[in-house]
């Protein structure tokens, strides 16, 4: 019974990574009739209401203390949507994909530097792969500086910078006593989207949707990719183990490459490919504990024998 749980929970996890890969897809359609500050104003406008329907019982006696964390951790989170949403229209879909899944890495390097620790040597290592990835992915053949795409390249690591900054943040807060976790993860939209609703009257002029393919995308990206995919997140890791949902989640950019390749048409180099490869391959290990993993074989040996 616990193994088809495991597997329900992970299956959860999948669809939640699989609607983010294809999400960077329909922020690009959408950005045809909206501004970016109003395609995530409806965005986390209609997140908020699915989260909090679905925990509705636990949003009573929200302590002033968890609105604070919300509305402050919130602002990151404004940083970051502005940064991926803007990033659709300066560099390609897969390369989005891959650089915003970097937070893996970047997330743990944050936490060395605050412990005032030494980074591990995987880390490093980690890192230095990476680098030479990125280097594939988004260089010209003669490895200068592609001028094309260099901004949404640094919007991306922008992104990925302040998802890692949120996630610390975050894992800071939820230690508090009088922070509560799902009340905190429903807050976070309600402020993100009331943030955003002031940009786009401030700077858009917001309006609906036209075309039926952008109001697919508006609910898609509010209902599947944050509203539903937050809910999933926290029913699913109930059943679960962490590793579990950090290497699900780490698919991320490969599922946005194959969305980008059949949705967009986008196709990579050759060395483009062997960029990416090296990215995922980072992220995996980043993410797998190889050595705990071996540690659990030899104990299994050891104990058959």
Request: glycine share 6%.
């Amino acid at each position: 019974m616990l193994k088809n749980k495991q597997l329900m929970a992970d299956s959860m996890l999948m669809f939640v990574t699989l609607s983010w890969g294809v999400s960077y897809y329909m922020m690009d359609l959408c950005l045809q009739e909206m501004g970016t500050f109003t395609l995530n104003a409806y965005r986390f406008g209609f997140a908020f209401i699915v989260a909090y329907a679905f925990f509705n019982k636990k949003m009573k006696n929200i302590s002033k203390t968890t609105l604070i964390y919300g509305a402050i951790i919130s602002l990151v989170l404004t940083i970051m949507y502005i940064s991926a949403t803007e990033a659709v229209k300066h560099t390609t879909l897969t390369n989005i994909g891959f650089l915003i899944a970097l937070s893996v890495i970047i997330t743990p390097a944050l936490e060395f530097a605050i412990s005032k620790k030494r980074p591990s040597n995987k880390l490093i290592i980690v890192v230095f792969i990476c680098f030479i990835g990125i280097a594939l992915m988004t260089l010209n053949e003669d490895f200068s500086v592609n001028r094309e795409t260099l901004f949404g390249n640094i919007l991306c690591l922008v992104t990925a910078f302040t998802c890692s900054v949120q996630l610390v943040l975050v894992g800071s807060a939820v230690k508090k006593e009088k922070v509560n976790a799902s009340q905190l993860g429903v807050m976070l939209l309600g402020f993100t989207g009331i943030y955003f609703i002031i940009l786009a009257f401030v700077f858009e002029t917001p309006k609906l949707p036209v075309a039926g393919t952008v109001w697919f995308s508006v609910i898609f990206l509010a209902v599947l990719c944050t509203g539903l995919a937050y809910v999933a997140q926290a029913v699913a890791q109930q059943y679960t183990t962490a590793s579990h949902a950090g290497v699900i989640f780490s698919l991320e950019p490969v599922f946005a490459a194959i969305a980008a390749y059949f949705l967009a048409g986008e196709v990579l180099n050759g060395r483009g490919y062997v960029g990416a490869a090296l990215m995922l391959i980072s992220i995996l290990v980043m993410e797998i504990n190889v050595e705990k993993i071996f540690k659990r074989k030899r104990e299994i040996n050891s104990n058959g024998k």
